[in-house]
């Protein structure tokens, strides 16, 4: 396969899961987003938007795990997460969860044990976006 454009990001085939907070923030770049229906996930309302990019075919390079926070008022950061809590994030946003075998959990510890993990805290979308660079600018051009 083809390395991706830098930057571009990677769907695993399901719905951007978008809260309350971020529909205000992220109307601009997805005009689609206020006619997406409110559905309850977990307990909170919540839209689901398809991805916008193009389908991944193959197998894609790996790149680096990314779990942001949205946190008003506090200072931009970047952590590395160790694989057991970027296995726990993933396993919290319920992205490869659906009929979990013990063939795709040891598969999916392989992978989560082979690619650095990050949780970016910001206090906007502007720095959010300088967090994401900067990080993906430090794993070479393969995001």
């Known amino acids: 396969m083809a390395p991706l454009p830098p930057g571009e990001l990677v769907a695993l085939g399901l719905p951007l899961c ?5 529909w205000s923030v992220l109307a601009g770049c997805r005009p689609d987003l206020a ?14 938007l398809p991805p916008t990019g193009r389908p991944v075919m193959g197998p894609p ?7 942001p926070r ?29 009929d979990l075998t013990q063939a795709k959990l040891d598969a ?14 910001y206090p ?4 959010a976006l300088q967090l994401v ?4 600018d430090a794993h070479g051009p393969h995001a």
Request: aromatic share 6%.
């Open 133 to 136: 660079r900067g990080r993906l």
């Open 35 to 48: 006619q997406a229906p409110v559905v309850q996930r977990c307990g909170q309302a919540v839209r689901l």
């Open 61 to 67: 390079t790996p790149a680096p795990f990314l779990f």
């Open 70 to 98: 949205y946190r008003p008022g506090e200072a931009p950061r970047c952590e590395p997460l160790s694989p057991e809590r970027a296995l726990q994030g993933l396993i919290e946003a319920e992205a490869v969860i659906r």
């Open 124 to 127: 906007d979308l502007g720095s």
């Open 108 to 121: 999916l510890v392989r992978w989560v044990s082979a690619v650095p993990a990050y949780a970016l805290t």
């Open 18 to 22: 978008l809260k309350p907070g971020s």
